[in-house]
């Protein structure tokens, strides 16, 4: 049966990027693995020994395409956490100074902040500042992401990312590296965040700090970027300005600057393998049949139309606040159901909160809460297309319900933002609007994978986000 769960998180919390690449050829794994948690868990005087945690209860299997279409047969717990934790380690080993000049080893002095999109934003500025400087490592514990609106805790990178397949791109991109004191003498990092989750103590995050008077102008072994987080945002909206240019007359003139990179990064850029593994059970419960021996398809729709949107003053002529309108547009794109399943992305807590309120009856702002929230649950409930499509919505319940992991159900709201980022760029349709910056890194992360149905609503109807002659991805303006 196909788990519904609602949306109870920040809008840019529902952000993820980077597309899990199946092989192509057909594989099929029977025999389950017991896996381990992905993080560092710290020994308690109650506890004599450690249980292991299933990625998944049982067998359950899936059936996957790449993005050439090729469809592959995978068990949802083939995830071994032991062995990937011996891969982790070794792929995090600093590089010795015959491999690489360590004084172009740099670590992060800030700590993510914002929703998940902003947080990736961040996330792509730091490497592209790293590349600027020649710097060809940088300190895995300096990169943390922050479990905005829930508990405000800081979270190390690798707990929530693929650092194996990451590194596996360098020289291409800095490769990131555990904090070695022996090496990184003017640094200091130790644990700063310990939490105590049914009964069991786990570090999420570490403090980091400097032995040298301002680090930024002085540090060498690390260096340290990032004096400000408009530092490494003004590198990110750099790169997003010069492909601005190339998206217009100049597109001719060939790829800008860090164009590579900020392709490769979108490609690297995957959930951790138990992450992926929740991403895998969402996937293949949108893609299970509606109809007895078909093969189910979905599509993404991130309904950007919460009471906060309504009165942002940006790209006034772009915006759609009524989400029958919405779903009007895709009648008029796709007078047949051009899939089997929508998930519907959108801030239910929000959208209820405007619509309960007393006293404004004759807002506008209100009335459209109330209404869209109405047309969503009809949706909900009866389908769309006349009842041929199965509506679904997306949320960070959906990590208690596909996750056994303690650690990942207590961060459930940015690990539901990761897993419906990923689940996002899967889907064989995906629409949007260009208001929003989540649907922008969706979009583009698909758009580097040859995953070109994309679309923005707007007023006049559904438009391709990236036309099939363009070859840069697309620019947030709003």
């Not at 060809?136 to 800081?154: C, F, G, L, P, V």
């Not at 029958?324 to 959208?351: C, G, K, Q, W």
Request: proline share 5%.
């Amino acid at each position: 049966m196909f788990i519904t769960f609602t949306f109870g998180i920040s809008i840019n919390s529902i952000i993820w990027s980077g597309l899990y690449k199946y092989p192509t050829a057909e594989i099929k794994i029977t025999s389950p693995a017991t896996v381990t948690s992905p993080y560092t868990e710290i020994e308690s005087e109650s506890e004599t020994e450690k249980e292991p945690v299933s990625a998944t209860s049982d067998n359950e299997t899936a059936t996957v395409k790449d993005v050439t279409g090729t469809t592959t047969t995978i068990t949802l717990d083939s995830y071994n956490a032991e062995e990937y934790q011996l891969q982790l380690h070794d792929s995090l080993l600093p590089l010795s100074n015959k491999n690489v000049n360590i004084t172009t080893t740099t670590a992060f002095a800030k700590i993510f902040r914002g929703g998940f999109c902003n947080q990736y934003i961040m996330f792509i500025g730091v490497m592209l500042l790293a590349h600027d400087q020649r710097s060809n490592q940088i300190i895995e514990q300096s990169i943390r992401w922050k479990d905005t609106h829930a508990t405000e805790i800081s979270i190390e990178h690798n707990k929530l990312f693929d650092v194996v397949h990451w590194n596996s791109n360098f020289p291409n991109l800095p490769r990131l590296a555990m904090y070695d004191e022996k090496i990184h003498t003017e640094m200091i990092i130790k644990p700063s965040t310990n939490i105590t989750i049914e009964g069991k103590v786990y570090n999420a995050s570490y403090l980091n700090t400097w032995n040298v008077e301002d680090p930024v102008l002085n540090a060498k072994l690390p260096r340290a970027i990032g004096p400000s987080y408009h530092t490494v945002n003004y590198h990110y909206q750099r790169f997003s300005k010069i492909l601005q240019y190339r998206n217009g007359a100049s597109a001719q003139r060939g790829e800008p600057e860090n164009y590579a990179m900020y392709k490769l990064i979108h490609q690297a850029f995957r959930p951790h393998p138990e992450l992926q593994v929740m991403v895998d059970k969402v996937v293949n419960d949108l893609r299970s049949s509606t109809t007895e021996g078909g093969t189910g398809t979905y599509a993404v729709l991130h309904a950007r139309i919460e009471p906060d949107m309504d009165v942002h003053p940006m790209c006034e002529d772009k915006k759609v606040r009524n989400v029958t309108d919405i779903i009007d547009a895709m009648y008029a794109h796709y007078p047949e159901p051009p899939v089997s399943r929508v998930l519907i992305m959108f801030n239910r807590n929000i959208l209820e909160a405007e619509a309960q309120k007393d006293g404004d009856k004759d807002n506008s702002v209100h009335q459209m809460a109330v209404h869209n929230l109405k047309v969503i649950n009809e949706a909900v409930q009866s389908g769309l297309w006349g009842g041929k499509v199965e509506m679904v919505e997306a949320g960070s319940r959906m990590v208690e319900e596909v996750s056994v992991n303690p650690f990942y159900k207590h961060f459930s709201n940015i690990v539901g933002g990761i897993v419906n980022f990923f689940v996002a760029i899967q889907a064989d349709l995906f629409i949007g609007t260009e208001v929003s910056t989540y649907t922008t890194m969706v979009i583009n992360s698909r758009f580097y994978r040859e995953l070109r149905q994309n679309y923005f609503y707007r007023p006049e109807g559904l438009y391709c986000a990236i036309p099939e002659d363009r070859n840069v991805p697309h620019q947030f303006v709003c």
